[in-house]
């Protein structure tokens, strides 16, 4: 009897070890679970009083833990618990010690998986709590418990219904411009990487924080958002996919059959195989849009031209989304030189991915594009996204000339020179009228350069213009091709005319089909011979007299004249003059000519939407295509210097041979292996020292073509019997 008082007296002072017999029995342990509710209770009502008190510390975290766990096991008995430390975290978050909203903050997450508690009411406490704290280790606490419980929710299928709640409170953090919205762009942005948020609502809550006048960190991390973002979500999906790739089933298998099958073995091969049938699913389930951020936006035009008001003028009138005209701005601090080269690059990608039109953009890049400017390569690379083909060419003229006069003459170094040309070679690849023609012809003359890279910046620009219009080069540097194609267009077919775009005609998509058959290895013909039948017997009757049909073109005009020799020349000029129009109509007339050789088939239709579709899709998702003249190119700034020599200094040589020298072995094996070995000298290593004429009657010795017979079949059946001996 005493014992058994002991052992409930020991029970009650241990709620870990009362937590495992609760488990097992719970209507057994009641009144035991009952008095450490009332121990709970007390001690809470102590915390609340005076969150400071000290009293009871680590029994009120072990009591915690211990209802907390509980709470599955008697849900009436603990009804207000979770209500009851939401609210102690949240009234005196600020004075609790440390471990006290560690435990729960641990509890709260732990009721949410267990079902006990909502994630939308978590997510409601801690949200408020992780903008607001000033402790650091609570809010990196705070923010991983947020983010992994939006992880969990998503997973599979996705919660839409808890995603708009969250992206409510992001949208309500960010409305008022006074508020610290730093939390909300971090926690979107994170959401965004790991692909659990990848809806347009995300994108608008990242340009709400772009267009914040007062904190320029919070702008200055949305912009970094549509900068960065696809990239930085393309780097976690390769590493997830790296994970998955570490886990190799077969040799789970294989080392199962191998080897001594025992107990540790076994559940450790059980707890590989669960892992991978745990990824396996989770890939299958889980749907992932991939849209790059900018292609999302519902108003890029007003968004654009927000930011350029916003951060990169000094007006203080304001015209932008949600500000009404004569509405003044309020104070916007100054921007350092990265950030507002960070906001230069959104405005310039926006600009160049959906064509806008901000034409203040371009004067604006003119004070900068100097070679004295900080990152002037930053500068120059943002300036040519921000060119594409429906910018009046005035606009962009003065940016191609002020670069010509900085950076391009025999004044500059090759970098810079280099750096010159190969900026107006992106810009001219995407508006190619903005730049006039004896300009064009002064760095067209920069191909005979001794500096390599200025030699292949300019011989860029003459294969960009030999591929978009030949006529603005010089004769000499058309090319065969380009002079050949320009004489049978004609005068009135060379050229680029401004906003015409000539590059669909005919059927819409044919190319692609016809690039999917060649992929394909399929034959214009041959796939429609079991849909198509084409009675062929007409073509061995009609050629009863031996002379068969005469082709007649409908467009041509045939002159027929009874008339004297006199007549002749004229007939030749209809001629000439008759093929100069044929010849005018000759690019349609090969792109009609597949459509023309070519049944298309029903199947063949289906596919060719399906072909369109996946082309606009692609466009969508921001896929890069090196085509010429395609404007979702981005510019590297650092390919616009080009190739770089530099002469090597003294310590950059010695260093370079160092490195080379290390982990290498001079001499042969032989000699180390020997040098190893304390022994004399060989009889054969000291004949190799004796004079020749001392060992020319040695058999050994003897040149192989004196060698008799019997000596070659003794050498060779030696060689055979070591060779056996070797294996």
Not at 395 to 413: H, N, T
Not at 490 to 519: C, H, M, P, T
Request: proline share 3%.
């Amino acid at each position: 009897m005493v014992a058994k008082r002991k052992r409930d007296a020991s029970i009650q002072n241990n709620p870990a070890l009362l937590q495992n017999l609760v488990k097992r029995d719970p209507g057994s342990y009641r009144e035991e679970f009952i008095l450490q509710l009332k121990h709970y209770e007390s001690l809470r009502d102590i915390f609340m009083e005076n969150p400071n008190s000290s009293t009871d510390e680590e029994h009120f975290i072990e009591l915690i833990g211990f209802i907390a766990q509980m709470c599955s096991c008697y849900p009436k008995e603990t009804e207000s618990f979770p209500e009851e430390i939401s609210n102690l975290l949240r009234n005196h978050h600020n004075v609790l010690p440390s471990d006290i909203r560690e435990k729960i903050v641990q509890s709260l997450t732990m009721l949410r998986n267990k079902n006990i508690l909502s994630s939308e009411s978590l997510i409601h406490t801690i949200y408020p709590i992780l903008i607001s704290t000033s402790t650091k280790a609570l809010r990196t606490q705070l923010y991983s418990s947020l983010i992994m419980i939006m992880k969990n929710e998503n997973h599979g299928t996705k919660n839409q219904k808890l995603n708009k709640s969250v992206q409510a409170l992001m949208f309500s953090l960010l409305s008022d411009q006074k508020a610290n919205g730093l939390w909300a762009t971090k926690i979107t942005r994170e959401l965004w990487r790991r692909g659990i948020w990848d809806d347009s609502r995300t994108v608008e809550i990242m340009s709400m924080a772009a267009m914040n006048r007062e904190n320029v960190k919070v702008a200055t991390s949305a912009a970094r958002f549509f900068l960065q973002g696809d990239k930085e979500r393309e780097e976690a999906m390769n590493e997830h996919s790296d994970d998955e790739d570490d886990l190799d089933i077969g040799q789970i298998i294989h080392q199962s059959k191998i080897n001594k099958k025992t107990s540790k073995r076994e559940k450790k091969a059980e707890a590989m195989m669960k892992a991978y049938k745990k990824k396996a699913s989770a890939g299958k389930n889980q749907t992932l849009l991939n849209f790059s951020a900018i292609h999302l936006l519902r108003d890029p035009q007003g968004f654009a031209d927000s930011l350029f008001s916003i951060h990169l003028t000094n007006t203080n009138n304001s015209t932008a989304a949600g500000h009404g005209p004569g509405v003044q701005n309020t104070y916007r601090p100054k921007l350092k030189l990265e950030e507002k080269l960070l906001f230069i690059k959104l405005v310039s990608r926006l600009v160049g991915n959906h064509k806008l039109t901000v034409l203040g953009l371009y004067s604006y890049f003119l004070k900068y594009l100097t070679p004295k400017q900080t990152d002037v390569t930053q500068f120059m690379a943002a300036c040519a996204e921000a060119c594409h083909d429906l910018v009046p060419p005035d606009a962009i003229a003065p940016v191609i000339r002020k670069i010509a006069d900085e950076f391009v003459s025999d004044g500059v170094s090759t970098e810079v020179c280099a750096a010159g040309i190969n900026t107006i070679t992106e810009v001219v690849k995407r508006a190619p009228l903005s730049i006039e023609k004896d300009l064009l012809h002064d760095l067209v003359a920069y191909k005979g350069s001794k500096a390599k890279s200025v030699s292949m910046a300019a011989k860029r620009l003459i294969a960009v213009f030999r591929d978009l219009d030949p006529s603005m080069l010089p004769t000499k540097e058309r090319g065969k091709s380009a002079t050949i194609a320009m004489k049978e267009a004609g005068k009135d077919n060379v050229g680029i005319k401004f906003g015409v775009d000539s590059s669909v005609s005919g059927i819409e998509g044919l190319e692609l089909l016809q690039k999917w058959k060649e992929q394909q290895g399929l034959e214009n013909n041959e796939e429609d011979d079991d849909q198509w039948e084409v009675a062929s017997d007409l073509s061995d009757d009609s050629d009863d007299d031996g002379e068969g049909w005469v082709n007649v073109e409908s467009d041509k005009e045939y002159a027929v004249s009874d008339s004297d020799d006199s007549d002749d020349d004229e007939t030749e000029a209809k001629r000439t003059k008759t093929q100069e129009e044929d010849t005018k109509e000759s690019a349609t007339t090969d792109f009609m000519k597949l459509a023309s050789t070519t049944i298309l088939t029903p199947a063949d239709f289906a596919k060719l939407d399906e072909l369109k579709l996946q082309a606009q899709v692609d466009k969508a998702l921001g896929r890069k295509n090196r085509a010429i003249g395609h404007n979702e190119e981005e510019v590297d700034a650092d390919s616009l210097i080009g190739p770089v020599k530099y002469k090597q200094l003294r310590e950059e040589r010695i260093a370079a041979a160092k490195e080379g020298r290390e982990d290498r072995e001079f001499g042969s094996k032989r000699g180390s292996k020997l040098a190893q070995k304390a022994h004399s000298t060989t009889n054969r290593e000291k004949a190799r020292k004796k004079n020749f004429m001392m060992m020319i009657h040695k058999k050994d010795v003897q040149g192989k073509a004196k060698r008799s017979l019997r000596q070659k079949q003794k050498i060779l059946r030696a060689h055979i019997d070591k060779q056996k001996k070797g294996k």
